[in-house]
């Protein structure tokens, strides 16, 4: 399989904490890109990091990627019981057309 | 209304049935993809689909087959369903960048939960 792996699998944090979640992955990629999930929904995009791209933000997220150990992270910030849900990382390979999906990470929030 | 709609959301059936999943597009993407999702192994591709005329098997397609009967849609069968098919079945699609033609991120529809009994 060529999924990727998130990790931790379950985080629990209080408000205004910030979360962490990492992501690796095993083959060489176009970009890589973060989702949310919220319990009984389909995912949503929240952000795209190109390979020859280190970093990137989008408001309170943060995104690194380091394609030479194969890892990315997200970083949430002052986080709020809103941001309760799973996180997944998936990575769209130089070759190929498909995407692999991470594990997910379980992040919960409490107010 | 969603860009990308399941239907249907729910469905217990019993094992040996065929059955059915559809999945339509408002946003004029060529590329669909049907996913799996178990607890605890994320999402796993089914099949997937570049234009009306393109079928290819994902990581997983024992067991299922697929229909592009339109740009905007996408079924997905059960031929004849067993209990280890129980999951949650999303549909997705994505574009390409212009002109480097990378993959866009991906929009989902909200899933089909389907139990095999």
């Known amino acids: 399989s060529q999924q990727g792996e998130e990790d931790p699998q379950a985080l629990s944090i209080q408000e205004g904490e910030n979360a962490t979640m990492n992501c690796s992955y095993k083959t060489s990629i176009n970009n890589l890109q973060w989702y949310r999930q919220n319990s009984g929904r389909g995912l949503v995009h929240l952000i795209l990091i190109r390979s020859n791209e280190r970093e990137k933000h989008s408001g309170r997220l943060r995104v690194t990627l380091d394609t030479s150990k194969k890892s990315s992270s997200l970083l949430i910030t002052a986080s709020r019981a809103a941001d309760t849900a799973s996180y997944f990382c998936?990575?769209?390979?130089?070759?190929?057309?498909?995407?692999?999906f991470g594990t997910g990470t379980s992040l919960t929030v409490i107010p | 209304d969603a860009d990308v709609t399941q239907t249907p959301r729910n469905r217990i059936t019993k094992t040996g049935k065929r059955i059915m999943l559809e999945c339509s597009q408002t946003k004029g993407h060529d590329r669909m993809y049907w996913y799996r999702q178990d607890p605890g192994l994320g999402l796993r591709l089914i099949y997937y689909s570049f234009d009306v005329k393109d079928i290819n098997k994902g990581e997983i397609s024992d067991g299922y087959s697929v229909s592009r009967q339109a740009q905007a849609k996408f079924s997905l069968s059960l031929e004849s369903a067993i209990p280890n098919q129980t999951a949650l079945y999303f549909c997705a699609t994505n574009g390409l960048t212009r002109p480097l033609r990378s993959n866009q991120p991906q929009h989902f529809g909200d899933g089909t939960r389907l139990s095999i009994l």
């Open positions: 998936a990575t769209a390979p130089n070759t190929g057309n498909q995407f692999y």
